[in-house]
């Protein structure tokens, strides 16, 4: 699934990025590589952007942005 | 002298290294032919000069933002004898990504390990002698924004660019190697302690290796590049970036201790951000700290203006009585003081709100009031950070652009300080008082409230507007991180402030300075200095200005002199006013009720005015048109004189065809 579609609180681990170069190499320098485990932290208050927790710091992206990468979920709290 | 650079990513504490090692001893100025701000700074250590550039603060270099190909362009085609990088210790993996990239490109390094009392806190302990050794770099730490281990930092610096150690290449998986070596031969022809470098970006996918190598190479090399990703089953683009972290992953197991975990002060910003970004909440938080930065810039700022005031014209009156009445005196009083004055008295205000901006940012506020308010701002074509400059610009225009800066993408950048102006400013507030009371007696409040909606909505469509002609293409960001939230040093928050007070100063003070004294020549010229202003150069200007005003509704050449002193600061619009129908230039309506001249005044703007449609459509024109000089001089000093001419002229075309619609329209129902 696409990780604009998780739901705060769940736990993922990307599968896949599928995004322009611009996208893809910012999502990459951020640490977001296939493989990496992330948690869907909290959704801002117009619904939009999102923050993730990754690699031990908070990343914040659009949805748009989000449903670049493809997740599992892993967990759920 | 040497040169060294100064890279690192956003929130590593970057600023603090560079304030600290260069003091007083900076400059700011624009890279060459963008408008991406470099600031450079000069240190002595021993006997030795060096120069600190400043590279923009970037997660990684691979180009694909200004900011990153600047970074990059500078230290491959620069050379610079070294490039300190500075790291956030608390987040070393996520920052070392970029210490790997500059790595890669073979030049002599320095790590600034910065934000060490952190560290210690969170119990993470980096062993900087092994990774020293390790790497070959010169490797410290510091605590940069309480000036600690800066005298060790630049010890290091000095060994570091008399050594000119070249660092370790740090190599990936067996397998990757294989794959750099297959496309290494590509670059033959060129320098080779760039080859390894050329082959990553190859792999990378970057295309300034079109150039390099020319189309035909080129192709061959993407074909090759292509045949790889079959036989992995990846791309090499994340290929790379996996085998980046993996090694990272290696240096951390063998170089960083953890001993307690993260979770304390992980805590401490999560029960924070759990009220500040909250679904319900964060909106009116955010709200509120904004009506808490306004009252604090108007009470203890305006206190501070009407001292400063106090005293110019103290000394304006002593100069006068001294130098008798001349009229080089009046030159000197009333130009030159007038001049000075005109804008060291914004300066209380804009120190305040520059304080407030500095220390928002410093704490991390900044990036969730951006998280909280972009939704909203990107479905007006901008970006979540494009808010905070155009709420201060209720406050004044000044501020707000400068705020801009915080933009990282110039397509977000131009438009927000385009538009920025619209957002009717604190100055503007008197203009409307003056003409409510006199034609919309007992609805001053709905005139006022609505000329505020008309500039937000004004400022909502040519943000849509600017986007859709001059940045179609431009895709802009939001990914980035929240920092923790950080109790800020004072030395950092004060010396922002104080810098960004500063550069106004020096650089919107000679063009504001220079438009009063131009005003003031049209003023007394050439009929002299008591003639009335309707005898002299600025009043051929409103009578020249008369027929073209006078499809808006203006009747006279009066409308055309206060619009043209406008330009100086929007409130001197009501002091023309006065000027010219009663001899008296107050500022407020119960200034000239209580001198008795209020009917005078009254008169004469109902001769200017004949009704109320007229004089709407004078708000609407005072709202809109060209802003203040001090205005324009700051759009000129952040992103060029190309953009301060176009924004001067579209918002009096705009003004004007604003005006005119208004008022022929609205002329129909009377």
């Known amino acids: 699934m696409y990780v604009s579609e998780m739901k705060v609180g769940t736990s993922g681990k990307v599968t896949a990025i599928k995004a322009t170069s611009m996208i893809k190499k910012r999502l990459l320098a951020m640490g977001l590589t296939p493989g990496t485990e992330f948690k869907i932290a909290k959704v801002a208050p117009m619904g939009d952007p999102i923050e993730l927790k990754v690699r031990g710091y908070r990343l914040s992206l659009r949805k748009s942005e989000a449903s670049c990468l493809e997740a599992d979920t892993v967990g759920n709290d | 002298m040497h040169k060294i650079a100064l890279g690192g990513n956003p929130n590593s504490g970057k600023t603090s ?8 001893h900076q400059h700011v100025g624009n890279w060459p032919g963008v408008t991406v701000e470099r600031k450079e700074g000069e240190l002595k250590i021993d006997s030795e000069r060096f120069t600190l550039i400043d590279l923009p603060g970037t997660y990684s270099l691979s180009a694909n933002s200004l900011d990153e190909k600047i970074a990059r362009d500078f230290i491959i085609d620069k050379k610079p004898e070294l490039t300190v990088i500075v790291i956030d210790q608390t987040n070393i993996e996520r920052n070392f990504y970029l210490v790997l990239e500059i790595i890669e490109m073979g030049r002599p390094v320095l790590l600034v390990l910065n934000m060490d009392d952190e560290a210690k806190k969170m119990g993470i302990n980096v062993d900087i002698d092994g990774l020293s050794k390790y790497l070959n770099v010169h490797v410290c ?18 060994l570091a660019v008399q050594g000119q150690n070249k660092p370790k290449v740090l190599k990936f998986s067996e397998k990757t190697e294989k794959i750099i070596q297959e496309i290494e031969p590509f670059f033959k022809d060129h320098d080779q302690d760039l080859r390894r470098w050329f082959a990553i970006k190859a792999l990378e996918k970057d295309d300034f290796l079109q150039e390099l190598v020319g189309e035909k190479a080129y192709e061959q090399l993407n074909q090759k590049i292509e045949l790889i990703e079959k036989s992995i089953a990846n791309e090499t683009d994340i290929l790379l970036a996996e085998e980046r972290y993996a090694v990272i992953h290696g240096i951390a197991k063998e170089f960083i201790k953890r001993v307690l975990t993260e979770e304390d002060r992980e805590r401490f910003s999560t029960k924070i951000d759990h009220v500040v970004t909250h679904r319900i909440w964060g909106i009116p938080i955010f709200a509120g700290i904004m009506w808490l930065m306004f009252q604090l810039a108007f009470y203890v700022g305006g206190y501070f203006v009407e001292v400063v005031d106090y005293w110019f014209s103290l000394f304006a009156n002593y100069l006068a009585s001294v130098m008798g009445d001349s009229l080089f005196s009046a030159f000197i009083t009333d130009a030159v003081i007038g001049g000075l004055g005109a804008f060291t008295v914004f300066l209380p205000q804009l120190f305040v709100l520059f304080l407030f901006i500095s220390f928002l940012g410093d704490i991390g506020y900044m990036s969730r009031a951006a998280f909280v308010m972009d939704k909203f701002m990107h479905a007006l074509g901008l970006h979540g950070k494009s808010f905070i400059p155009m709420i201060l610009g209720f406050g004044c225009t000044v501020p707000g652009v400068m705020a801009a800066r915080t933009l990282e993408s110039k397509k977000d950048r131009v438009i927000t300080i385009l538009v ?8 503007r507030l008197p203009v409307y008082a003056l003409l409510g009371s006199i034609f919309f007696a007992g609805h001053e409040g709905s005139i006022t409230f609505l000329l505020y909606m008309i500039g937000v909505v ?26 923790p939230y950080r ?6 928050t004060f010396g922002q402030a104080f810098r960004n007070s500063w550069l106004f100063l020096k650089k919107a003070g000679t063009i504001i300075f220079a438009a009063v004294i131009i005003i003031w020549f049209l003023s007394v010229f050439p009929a002299g200095i008591d003639a009335p202003p309707q005898d002299n150069y600025i009043g051929d200007i409103g009578r020249t200005l008369e027929p073209v005003f006078k499809p808006l509704g203006f009747e006279g050449w009066e409308a055309g002199v206060a619009l043209t002193f406008g330009i100086l600061a929007k409130e001197i619009v009501v002091g023309t006013f006065g000027t010219l129908f009663t001899g008296q230039d107050f500022g407020e309506l119960a200034e000239f009720a209580e001198s008795g001249l209020k009917g005078n005044l009254m008169q004469g703007l109902q001769t200017v005015f004949p009704n109320g449609i007229a004089a709407f459509s004078f708000l609407l024109f005072v709202l809109i048109y060209t802003p203040c000089a001090a205005a324009l001089a700051t759009i000129k000093q952040e992103i060029g004189w190309k953009w301060m001419w176009f924004t001067a002229i579209y918002l009096f075309v705009l003004a004007y065809s604003v005006s005119l619609l208004f008022y022929n329209i609205g002329i129909l129902f009377i």
């Open chain 2, 487 to 492: 109790w800020p040093s004072a030395r950092e």
């Open chain 2, 17 to 24: 290294v560079f304030n600290a090692l260069t003091g007083s």
């Open chain 2, 420 to 427: 920025t102006p619209l957002m009717s400013c604190g100055a």
């Open chain 2, 458 to 483: 004004l400022a909502i469509i040519m943000a849509r507007v600017f986007k859709s002609t001059f940045f179609k293409k431009e895709e802009t960001l939001f990914i980035m991180e929240l920092p």
């Open chain 2, 141 to 158: 730490k510091t605590v940069a924004n309480r000036r600690v281990g800066i005298d060790a930092l630049k010890e290091q610096i000095l």
